[in-house]
């Protein structure tokens, strides 16, 4: 269950854009840049369950953006637009728009967006390519750790013991990573994470044994996940 920048809570605050916008265009642009803002909230909101939907509302605002030249929200745009095509399974776009976004992220000094465009690639490689996944996660961490943001640094240690179980079959990286995120969780107060990997560590445990860790912790996992109301993180601590 890895996690994407903007489908969990990596995203740009839009009131950032809107800022930023301000700053670039006049006071007298407000009415235009609420709207803009309102456009983009929508599209965010789509951009997992209905990109289908997304989509259009995102190329309109990538024409916008680029005609008046305001990289703050085209990086944005382009952050969504990636997502959109990574949940329809269009994974080459999806790269090409969050490579884009990433040069954009640089330019306007916004290091918290790369981070997450970072992870974002990473989840892209690693289905084909989990080790050049890694290395983007652990890009990722080191800016987010510069940032001291935990729960984000926390969800990208989650995607690299995932990356590590199920792309390369590495357990004992696996369980380095799951409990670096567990101890994290804990101390950030996340509960979906935690729940995630107390059901990580169980499917760890079950491949490196003892077996009465691995149903400690799925039981864990799946006690949590049913008191947030998390269907994915209980499937993942059944499936330990």
């Known amino acids: 269950m890895r996690y994407i920048a903007g489908s969990m809570r990596l995203t740009i605050t839009i009131g950032i854009i809107l800022w930023f916008g301000l700053a670039a265009y006049g006071q007298e642009t407000l009415p235009k840049l609420n709207f803009l803002e309102a456009k983009l909230e929508k599209a965010s909101d789509l951009s997992e369950d209905n990109p289908e939907k997304a989509i259009p509302i995102l190329l309109e605002l990538k024409k ?106 590495n357990y004992d990286s696996a369980y380095v990573y799951a409990y670096k995120a567990l101890n994290l969780s804990k101390r950030t107060g996340d509960s979906l994470l935690l729940a995630s990997m107390h059901a990580q560590l169980g499917r760890v445990f079950i491949e490196i044994k003892p077996l009465d860790s691995a149903i400690y912790h799925a039981k864990l996992g799946l006690n949590i996940s049913r008191e947030i109301g998390s269907k994915r993180v209980e499937e993942l601590a059944l499936d330990a």
């Open 64 to 169: 916008v953006s680029t005609e008046q030249r305001d990289t703050v929200t085209l990086a944005e745009v382009l952050r969504l637009l990636g997502n959109c095509h990574y949940y329809l399974d269009d994974n080459n776009v999806a790269m090409r728009h969050w490579r884009s976004a990433i040069s954009l992220a640089q330019q306007a000094d916004m290091p918290e967006l790369q981070a997450g465009l970072f992870n974002n690639i990473a989840n892209g490689y690693s289905d084909f390519d989990p080790d050049s996944g890694i290395y983007f996660y652990k890009l990722a961490i080191q800016i987010y750790t510069e940032l001291d943001l935990a729960e984000e640094t926390a969800d990208m240690l989650g995607n690299l013991s995932f990356t590590f179980f199920d792309d390369l079959q």
